[in-house]
């Protein structure tokens, strides 16, 4: 299997498990960069950002993927769907403004003049103002000081409208604040029961059902799967009904010691081992 770089600390966990799922159809069909680029249309130049992490590849490549590895497309379409809003921010705040391109060479020539000498003016095309006639000298006291003394009032203005401001949002928050914790329901509880019902096991909390449940989901289907996973042996933290970093590991754990695709998710075979 070859190896991968490792994927940045700033994906999202639905972008990051998108590349992970990209990867393993990759690997299990034994697929090579320029087999991807022949059979889905895109080049290997872009597979290779795509399964880097460093691109979001587009709904087509995805459903073209999973059309030549036998895999259901659903899944990739509803990780890329999350994984587009979060990739989207993550450009908008990489975007900055580059240094004009005038102001360097200028520097880059002040400092080849050497020690000593003066750079040469540097001259802005733009619209131009007359210059400001020059204060009597036995005025320049008096300017600086009026000057000082209105900056200090503008600044004591701004501190005091500020502080206003401060006061009034802290007053609104305090009254559109929720009811305390104390008073807000708790969260479900759950025991595991294991039995065996039918010849399958059951944690007697869902009802037996084997729907498809993902990083992320909640409730009871979940802490079915968290006692099953236990009575495996594999421990997915607290039984609490959240598919967290816990249970995913535990889910992943199950599934290669079960000889099945290491996917993080639950599916109807992932639940037939659990039962089983």
């Not at 019902?197 to 989901?217: H, L, T």
């Not at 009904?241 to 998710?265: E, H, I, N, W």
Request: aromatic share 4%.
């Amino acid at each position: 299997m070859p190896r991968y770089k490792a994927l940045s600390a700033e994906l999202d966990p639905c972008a990051r498990q998108l590349v992970e799922r990209l990867r393993q159809l990759k690997d299990h069909g034994e697929l090579t960069m320029r087999h991807l680029a022949a059979k889905t249309g895109y080049s290997a130049k872009s597979w290779e950002r795509y399964l880097g992490g460093t691109s979001l590849p587009p709904r087509e490549a995805l459903e073209a993927l999973a059309r030549i590895t036998g895999a259901d497309p659903v899944p990739l379409l509803a990780l890329h769907e999350v994984a587009a809003d979060t990739w989207d921010s993550r450009s908008a705040r990489t975007a900055v403004d580059p240094r004009p391109a005038t102001q360097e060479r200028e520097l880059e020539k002040g400092q080849e003049q050497g020690q000593g000498q003066e750079p040469e003016p540097v001259t802005l095309i733009g619209p131009t103002a007359p210059p400001a006639p020059a204060p009597a000298p036995g005025r320049i006291p008096h300017i600086a000081l009026t000057a000082g003394l209105a900056a200090l009032t503008v600044a004591l203005l701004a501190a005091l409208l500020l502080m206003l401001r401060l006061d009034g949002d802290v007053t609104q928050a305090a009254v559109a604040a929720p009811p305390s914790t104390a008073a807000a329901s708790p969260s479900p509880t759950y025991t595991c029961r294991i039995s065996r019902v039918d010849g399958s096991w059951s944690a007697g909390i869902n009802k037996g059902r084997n729907d498809e449940i993902v990083y992320g989901a909640t409730g009871a289907d979940v802490a079915e799967a968290q006692c099953l996973l236990r009575r495996a042996g594999i421990s997915p933290g607290g039984i609490d009904g959240m598919f967290g970093p816990l249970t995913l590991r535990a889910v992943k754990t199950f599934q290669q010691r079960s000889g099945l695709a290491v996917d993080g998710m639950l599916g109807p075979r992932s639940w037939k081992a659990l039962r089983g």
